[in-house]
């Protein structure tokens, strides 16, 4: 499973994202991160990780949705693979 978070600040770098699901998800290891910056407003990222616990993303997800990062709120789901 995959996660979904959108609505980032333009200048975030894969470090700061890294970062920031790590600080709020410890068990999580990112394994890959893929920009998607659509028109430039509301940039995004798909983030896949390794061998994640049952649940986890989902709980992650819950976790940042709507929270404020870098003055943005943002919108955080899964992805199926």
Known sequence: MKLWIGNM??????????????????????????RVEGD????????????????AVE???MRLHGMYWKGRELVVQTLAR
């Open 59 to 61: 709980k992650i997800s």
């Open 40 to 55: 430039g407003t509301r940039p995004g990222a798909s983030i896949e990780f390794v061998d994640t616990p049952y649940g």
């Open 9 to 34: 600040a333009p200048d975030t770098s894969d470090d700061e994202i890294r970062a920031f699901v790590k600080k709020y998800a410890p068990d999580l290891e990112v394994k890959a991160i893929q």
